[in-house]
């Protein structure tokens, strides 16, 4: 099972918006809702920020917002803030036979 | 307040083997299937393997299969990776992760390294 695609690296100023896409197949993110997004800080274990495309669980700001098109997942960060500038990973599941797939990862600068 | 602490990491030569234990607390661990999931240094994350609610169906990369395994004892709240036939490039942070189903991980333990080298 490949990685899902992501680009390496977003950058944006605080205060604007940023938009991480993850492309997969038809055999992943193209099949499923299943598709969650991870942040991740320097040294500390990744968070869960979306699960299911678009939900956000309890804690994580609106600022945060995912959605998916055909084979195409995206985490869109509006209001950039600082505190944000950190990995963010996408993962999809893959049916019944496959593990879970992780998108390459994209690192986040906040300019 | 749900914690997954791992521990067992270490320094081994190729070939060798470890077992990682996390211990899980704060929930029930029957109800939730559980995993590893492996970070190389400066590289993306890995689903290594995944269990079952009942430890009675596994799955693992296709580079550790036969390798490694996974394993869970519910009635200590626990789960086990058993690593053997160890390679430098298994070498990582593995992560204990809580499986919310489909592969959707809400809570991640903060890590154990492993380092294969001689």
């Known amino acids: 099972q490949s990685a899902l695609t992501q680009p390496p690296s977003a950058s944006g100023s605080p205060g604007q918006s940023i938009t991480i896409t993850c492309t997969g197949t038809s055999r992943d993110v193209g099949a499923y809702r299943y598709v969650s997004w991870y942040q991740q800080h320097p040294g500390k274990a990744p968070k869960l920020i979306i699960s299911?495309?678009?939900k956000r669980p309890s804690g994580v700001p609106d600022r945060f917002f995912g959605s998916k098109s055909g084979s195409t997942a995206s985490l869109t960060v509006s209001g950039l803030q600082a505190e944000d500038e950190a990995d963010y990973y996408c993962c999809s599941y893959a049916g019944d036979n496959n593990l879970g797939v992780f998108g390459s990862g994209t690192k986040v600068t906040v300019l | 307040e749900v914690q997954l602490v791992e521990s067992g990491g270490g320094l081994v030569q190729p070939g060798g083997s470890l077992r990682l234990s996390c211990a899980a607390s704060?929930?029930?661990?029957?109800?939730?299937?559980m995993g590893w999931v492996r970070q190389a240094p400066g590289k993306g994350l890995e689903w290594v393997a995944d269990?079952?609610?009942?430890?009675?169906?596994?799955k693992y990369m296709d580079s550790v299969r036969g390798r490694f395994t996974i394993s869970r004892d519910n009635s200590k709240n626990s789960v086990y990776l058993q690593m053997n036939s160890l390679r430098e490039e298994d070498t990582a942070i593995y992560y204990c992760?809580?499986?919310?189903?489909?592969?959707?991980?809400?809570?991640w333990g903060q890590g154990t390294l492993v380092t294969v080298s001689s």
């Open positions: 299911e495309v678009s």
């Open positions: 992760v809580r499986d919310t189903d489909y592969y959707i991980v809400d809570q």
């Open positions: 704060g929930f029930t661990l029957r109800n939730y299937w």
């Open positions: 269990i079952m609610k009942d430890g009675g169906t596994k």
